[in-house]
């Protein structure tokens, strides 16, 4: 498995903690910056990670900024994203199993560092369950086909 990662300066030391702990599973993993907690705007990171992650160069993409909501929203502009906002475990497993989620988004202000990495465990570890779901899904694509013009 390949995850693209990054974040603003607000996540820049949860991000560098979960590369740690990825690459020490033997996960490959891509940093897209930022490099430092200098003051950053997540656009562009959310925007790097996003358009690698929908041309299918990585599974799956990783963003943290502060809060995890900014870089999430600006992430979910990039047709093809479906970013998903987790600070528990449930909704990590729910958001792959029913959402086909392809980039979780966490907030290095408001969860810890041993939480966060659990989510990403299960974020990583849980795949999609179809059925029901893709119909959904597929209907998310209709209203980006519909209205990301
Ligand atoms: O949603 C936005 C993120 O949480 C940012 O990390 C946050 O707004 C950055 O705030 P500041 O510039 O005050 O560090």
Redesign the pocket.
């Known amino acids: 498995m390949r995850i693209a990662i990054g974040s ?4 820049f030391n949860l991000k560098n903690d979960i590369i740690k702990h990825l690459e020490a599973k033997g996960i490959e993993v891509k940093d897209f910056g930022t490099d430092s907690t200098e ?1 950053c705007d ?1 656009p562009e990171f959310a925007e790097k990670v996003a358009k690698e992650v929908v041309a299918k160069n990585f599974e799956l993409g990783i963003l943290i ?3 995890g ?3 999430g929203i600006a992430a979910n502009k990039v047709p093809g994203v479906r970013a998903a906002l987790c600070s528990d475990t449930f909704s990590a497993h729910a958001c792959r199993e029913h959402n086909n989620a392809n980039i979780l988004t966490m ?1 290095e ?1 408001v969860v810890g560092k041993g939480l966060a990495l659990d989510i990403v465990d299960t974020f990583i570890s849980t795949n999609f369950e179809g059925g029901r779901h893709e119909r959904r899904v597929n209907q998310i694509s209709e209203l980006e086909n519909k209205y990301c013009k």
């Open positions: 603003d300066h607000g996540g003051s997540y900024c502060g809060t909501i900014g870089i907030g202000r």
